[in-house]
């Protein structure tokens, strides 16, 4: 049965597209973060990084507007 699942996982990760896209921070709506040039499709994980020596801040896409990607961190 873990075997199973071990696989299911496996492929899963073999599919995924290890392509890394780059936007910027155009402005910020309360919890909602707004992106230029980055093209993901909603409910995709993003990673927006903060600097050298802080953590990133991981994100899903929840939609658009106006021309660009909406984000909302976890």
Known sequence: ???RAWEASRQQVEMCDPIRQLGRVT???GMTVAVR???VPVGSLCRIERGRHQQPVLCEAVGFQSGRLLLMPY
Do not use: D
């Open 1 to 3: 049965m873990l075997e």
């Open 27 to 29: 402005g910020l709506v």
């Open 37 to 39: 040039g980055l093209s």
